[in-house]
């Protein structure tokens, strides 16, 4: 039998029952496009995981400053880290134990139904605290170059200090009292992502905050482009401190390749599971509704043999109807996958992640299946003998 004889019978087999044909590849479909679906969808999440955690965690570099007879890094060295290419932002702070504990009063007056003293910490920083630590002005506004010219006495709270104060608005320009001196609250800063510990801290210009022992600058807080913390991490103590940067210590993000190669292996493993388990039903189908073919072609089965057709033309006929079913059922399942990882991304607004060999590979898949799962039934076709199968 000619190679395209084989193919013409083998396609007037599959459409002489139509609605047949079609259920059967529907176990393919729903196997490759689960499979599709789920590891479509786990290299999506696993890259969106870890584009959240480079996204904070991968951007931050810290540079500690060790305390020293003369100050390593002045308050105005911050502006040559935020020319550094790659950098989005950067602050500098001064902390002290001295100022980890001071008193803290909302007013003068003795009020015995709420707290109206509190001890908190004093934190200074230059102005571009903020976007430093990934925050946002609930109100009012952070202090700037012009206060700190002008040695104005203001203070910026943090979020939880300003409810502990009972400090809700702005417009009349409340004061807080550290120790005797009155300081007006012009901001209130909070939805910290970084340093969340400054949401409890009373936060001062580098000006005032001599006055409570914070003269030098303690830690520098710097925000990179993805991809960039490697190289400013090296950069930044030069940038600061050229003549002592061996003496800056340097806290950079590890490298998330490990962490995305880990969610990911972890997340496809589990719906690879899955994926494999419907493969296997849809396998199971195709086998089930090839043998009874087989069944109900007997009569066609012996004919052919009688007419000559040899046991390999039988076999070749039914394994090559059975891999038609799985290669139209793979490739109806690698488009239904992939529709369905586009809009699931659409519906999360997420970045779908499509690895174009997984769809390619789909149909392959699907034909093998098929191919496997026709073989017992086309060997069983094959033995039959035309005598008996006539009879």
Known sequence: MKILDLWAEAAAGLLARPVRSAL???????GIATLVITLGTAATAGNQIVGRFDELTATSVTVDVPGDDHPLVGWGDVEEVTRLRGVTSAAAVAEAKESANISVRANELVD???????TLTVVASSPGLPAAVKGRMVQGRYFDAGHLARGDKVVVLGERAAQLLGVTRLDRAPAVFIGTHAYTVIGVLGDLRREKSLGSAVLL?????????????????INTSIGAADLIAKQAPLALSPGNAAMLQVTAPQSPTRARD??????????????????????????????VTVMERVTEIGLRRALGAARRHVAAQFLLESSLTGL????????????????ICAIKQWTPVLDVRLAVAAPVAGALVGLLAGLYPALRAARMEPVDALR
Do not use: K, W, Y
């Open 24 to 30: 059967t590849a529907l176990g393919t479909v729903l």
């Open 112 to 118: 015995p139904s709420r707290m109206t003293e509190l």
């Open 205 to 221: 210009p580098p000006t005032i905050g001599q006055r409570f022992g914070l003269r030098e600058v303690t830690r520098v807080l």
């Open 262 to 291: 880990g969610v990911e292996n972890d997340v496809n493993a589990l719906f690879l599971i899955l994926g494999l388990v419907s493969l296997v039903v849809g396998a199971v189908g195709i086998a089930n509704v090839t043998l």
């Open 328 to 343: 139209t059922g793979g490739v109806v399942g690698a488009s239904v996958g992939v529709v369905a990882i586009v809009v």
